[in-house]
């Protein structure tokens, strides 16, 4: 504790005894608590003020790596205010934005705060397009914030990257798996309100299963494969089965 707040709490004490008044004595003891608990809120800020002063200092000297250090200092101290700094003083042209725009991303989407860490990544994949790691982090923040049509267009972009990529090959596996299962019971459905089908209605229902298994089914093993041969995948080799039999009941 500054020595300026024991002091002030001696004079408070010596004052209001002199005054001999409990009145006096609460309200002042009051006063000094309350300064008391403000103090690390003013300490707080000063750090935060003194470390993105060090930031700048270190981004003029050409010192990026120093500079990126300060900032996710800065971050665990005040991460609204670090933000606010890097809207109002960094250069989005310099190369030290990319990697004080990632420190903010993996820190908020740490913090579980998805709509901001999607920000920053959509600010990443703005400078990238291509960028692989940018894509799929956008993809996974849209997953958690329930944009799931916008997930599949960046995972599928992903696979004209990089055909191999667990990450999307888990999702689109799944994805389509499960849409081919939505459609596939729809049809079955439909049919079945059907009192006597005739040959007609029954070749466009089988017709119906054979689109459903060529456009989703399909999609989805050849995603599902190249997940087993990545790592031994008990619940991806299980679907893997299952469209197995769904094809063998389809070209029946």
């Not at 055909?163 to 049919?191: H, P, S, T, V």
């Not at 041969?229 to 299952?242: C, G, I, Y």
Request: hydrophobic share 40%; glycine share 2%.
């Amino acid at each position: 504790m500054p020595q300026r707040y024991i002091f002030l709490f001696f004079y408070c004490i010596f004052v209001c005894h002199e005054l001999n008044s409990k009145y006096w004595i609460m309200r002042a003891l009051t006063i000094f608590f309350l300064s008391l608990f403000s103090l690390p809120l003013m300490l707080n800020a000063q750090s935060v003020d003194e470390m993105l002063q060090k930031v700048s200092a270190a981004i003029e000297a050409g010192q990026n790596g120093q500079a990126v250090s300060y900032f996710r200092q800065t971050i665990s101290l005040n991460i609204d205010r670090t933000e606010m700094y890097y809207w109002t003083n960094v250069d989005k042209n310099s190369e030290v934005s990319v990697k004080l725009a990632n420190e903010l991303a993996v820190a908020y989407k740490k913090n579980r705060n998805y709509d901001k860490a999607y920000l920053f990544y959509k600010e990443l994949l703005q400078k990238a397009p291509n960028n692989v790691d940018y894509l799929e982090s956008c993809a996974e923040m849209q997953v958690y914030r329930g944009q799931e049509k916008d997930a599949l267009h960046m995972y599928e972009k992903i696979l004209q990257l990089d055909a191999d990529n667990l990450a999307a090959n888990i999702f689109l596996g799944n994805y389509y798996y499960l849409m081919a299962e939505r459609e596939k019971k729809q049809l079955e459905a439909d049919y079945k309100k059907i009192p006597s089908p005739t040959k007609m209605q029954y070749a466009r229902y089988r017709d119906g299963l054979s689109k459903v298994f060529s456009t989703g089914y399909e999609r989805a093993r050849s995603s599902l494969q190249k997940v087993v041969l990545r790592f031994p995948s008990t619940e991806a080799q299980k679907t893997l089965d299952k469209i197995l039999r769904i094809e063998k009941e389809v070209k029946r």
